[in-house]
């Protein structure tokens, strides 16, 4: 009886205790650079970094980097183009930013950015401004617009790298183009391009850099603004037969879908597709009621963000619009009212509710007494 005894003191005077506890959904709001608003465009794989634009208390425009460590650092201009500047896009592990930089005279270029380096000018196809949208998961592959030597400063589609510099992705057979996203490793780009009835089309343009035609749904435009990691996903905004914007979601293995509405709602844009291909972010502009950022799960309805996280928007700030979501589907970031400081600032919306264990040692004899 007694080694029983004393076998049960052995075991039972160190217990490793395991409890679970979570950390909730979160909204952060990022502030300005001293101005009246900003907006986040971008934000890396891990949601770690944040870029857009936020005004200076002078009104000028800054492209901007934010972390939670170091708060939102102005990124600056171009040496000639020094009026104002912003960012629109970020490269997957948050070194890379691109997007443009404005002359006093109102002439954009296009910029790429890295702390090593600074800010570089991308150039133009031999035209007067560019701008930069959307750049590859490493940072070495840059999309967007540039203006041609064509008369009246026709833009075309360009992609960029540091090797090859500069090059005219061409158009669907009319004169404009653009580009505004390019996946992961660079070899499809999605935009915009004129068809040669005058009309513009979402366009893919493929590994060849061969642009397809991606239609409509149902009226005489459309513009792809995001794919997904392999680009076989493509979201942006089209007119419907009605003239009236809607949010659609394209696949390499079937045609342009819209996809859904709130009631009330009067337009809507789908901005960014998650890294899986299964959610979509954007925006919609509501009857007599403004704009409100938007989640789609595809396959589901669409969800008001400022609804589904009604608990974080307590203090009556609004999610106006979401711009872009981590390539994991758990970070948010756009733009909308903090009821706080009255401004329209970005924001960083943490989806997820994550746990965690607490483990420890516990000697059971501080609790029950020696045991003979």
């Known amino acids: 009886m007694r080694f029983h005894k004393v076998w049960a003191a052995l075991c039972c005077s160190l217990v490793v205790l395991f409890a679970t506890s979570a950390l909730p959904q979160s909204l952060t709001w990022l502030g300005t650079l001293g101005g009246a608003q900003s907006a986040a465009t971008d934000v890396s794989a891990d949601g770690q970094v944040v870029v857009g634009w936020a005004k200076l208390v002078s009104g000028y425009l800054r492209a901007f980097r934010w972390t939670a460590a170091d708060g939102m650092q102005d990124l600056g201009t171009l040496p000639v183009y020094n009026s104002a500047s912003g960012a629109h896009a970020v ?16 002439v954009r270029h296009a910029f790429r950015w890295r702390r090593e380096e600074g800010m570089r000018d991308l150039g133009t ?29 026709v833009g075309h589609a360009f992609r960029w790298t540091p090797g090859g510099g500069i090059q005219d992705m061409g158009t669907l057979g009319g004169e404009w183009s653009g580009a ?22 979402a366009c893919r343009w493929d590994t060849a850099g061969t642009p397809l035609d991606l239609d409509t749904l149902g009226g005489v435009a459309s513009v792809a603004l995001a794919c997904s990691l392999d680009g076989s ?20 293995t079937e045609d342009i879908r819209h996809l859904g509405i709130l009631p009330q709602s009067y337009y809507a844009w789908a901005y960014d597709v998650s890294g899986d291909r299964r959610i979509a972010v954007g925006e919609t502009s509501l009857l007599n009621a403004g704009h409100r950022a938007l989640r789609w799960r595809v396959g589901m309805s669409v969800e008001d963000l400022n609804v589904t996280y009604a608990s974080l928007l307590s203090d009556g700030s609004l999610l106006q619009g979401a711009y872009a979501i981590s390539e994991n589907g758990r970070f948010i970031v756009g733009y909308g009212i903090h009821a706080t400081t009255r401004r329209t600032e ?21 609790y029950v007494g020696d045991i003979t």
């Open 233 to 252: 996903v493509v979201v942006g905004w089209s007119y419907n037969e009605a003239a009236l914007f809607r949010a659609f979601y394209w696949t390499d």
């Open 346 to 366: 970005a924001f960083v919306l943490d989806t997820e509710a994550r746990t965690f264990r607490i483990s420890g040692n516990i000697n059971l004899r501080d």
């Open 125 to 153: 196809l031999g035209g007067s401004w560019s701008e930069a949208y959307g750049v590859s998961a490493d940072g070495n592959v840059v999309v967007g617009d540039a203006a041609t030597p064509a008369t009246g400063g």
């Open 91 to 106: 490269c997957a592990d948050g070194t890379t930013i691109v997007g443009w930089s404005e002359h006093p005279s109102g």
């Open 180 to 201: 505004r996203q390019v996946c992961a490793d660079g070899s499809i780009v999605v935009g915009w391009a004129y068809t040669p009835d005058g009309e513009y089309h």
